[in-house]
């Protein structure tokens, strides 16, 4: 496989040239790589001004090229994604010792404290918590409330939100503090889940008047 080396200035046509080469060998299904995300929809842009339509061929980033080859010889596992990721973070976090911090834990404030940490972190720790506490009730409620929307029973749906709201104003549901071994369920009111399943259940409510039939149902 030859290697070509495409240099020059900034603004030399250096991409131009690029994409033009990529589309001359779009029947070969070629793989075009660039540094990030964001310049994989640049790149798809760019290209849909020279051609209005692609069939075959993709771009990707050096992670995509990764993932690829990784799964390439039929026996690789799936890739567990950002909430499968999260989840078993949670747990390793659960069966973890707080170690001195232990006795810190009874304090008010200290939930509050190590949520912040863990954010400052870009771990979204506090909504994995918050499900965990109640989390039977949760399954329950939020299929219930799926089931009256697929079936077009909005009130029901709203009901069963509601229910959702009553339990998370009592702690029963999405309301955590933490213990030296664990978090467990603190039985105070977790508002912001509250407004949250109220404004569904009012969002359900108002369905009937603001929806439309679509053919077929």
Known sequence: MSLTLLAGPANSGKVASLLDRYLAVLDQDPVLIVPNRPDVDRIERDLLRKAPALVGGSIATFADLFERLARSNGRSRPVAGSAQRALVLRNALARAHLNGLGPSSR???????????YLASDTWIHG????????????????????????????VAALWCLAAAALSALGLMHSYVW???DTVVSLTPAWPWVAGYAIMAAIFF????ITVEGEGH
């Open 179 to 181: 213990t030296p071994a």
């Open 206 to 209: 108002l369905a009937p008047w």
């Open 107 to 117: 304090f008010q404030g200290f939930s509050e404290s190590l949520v912040q940490a």
């Open 128 to 155: 994995i918590f918050a499900l965990e506490q109640g989390f039977i009730f949760t399954a329950m409620i939020l299929s219930a409330a799926t089931v009256g929307i697929l079936e077009r029973r909005f009130r």
